[in-house]
């Protein structure tokens, strides 16, 4: 069985930073791709980022871009995000997600295979 673990959300100030961790118990976690999806109250899941099997092959969303860094550490089996100037329209439950065929990288939550149970990140104004 899959599982992934969501950890580093919280209540920060607008401006402020958080680093999301998410792990997984799966074995040959260096051949997966891994994404990160937020959703927000009343709103559909969005596509923030993804790594795929190398560390330099990444994808961003447009909320992602720029603000954000996503990084995987295959050693831990933990993969990252790194937010920075975060803004008020970054509240949202923030998922990880695995996609077991990692050699292409996807912004489609259909095409992730599992899932976490979310991290909450909540940005106060």
């Known amino acids: 069985q899959v599982q992934l673990l969501e950890s580093g959300g919280g209540l920060v100030q607008a401006g402020g930073s958080l680093r999301l961790s998410c792990t997984a118990s799966?074995?040959?976690?260096?051949?997966?791709?891994l994404g990160w999806f937020r959703q927000a109250p009343g709103k559909d899941r969005e596509f923030v980022a993804v790594?795929?099997?190398?560390?330099?092959?990444?994808y961003y969303g447009p909320s992602g871009k720029g603000r954000f860094t996503i990084s995987r550490d295959n050693a831990k089996n933990t993969v990252y995000l790194q937010m920075n100037s975060l803004k008020t329209g970054d509240t949202a439950v923030y998922y990880c997600?695995?996609?077991?065929?990692?050699?292409?990288?996807?912004?489609?939550?259909?095409?992730?295979?599992?899932w976490g149970q979310g991290t909450q990140v909540t940005v106060s104004p």
């Open positions: 997600a695995l996609k077991v065929d990692g050699s292409i990288l996807s912004g489609l939550a259909e095409h992730y295979d599992y």
């Open positions: 799966v074995p040959t976690f260096s051949s997966n791709s």
């Open positions: 790594v795929g099997r190398s560390v330099d092959s990444t």
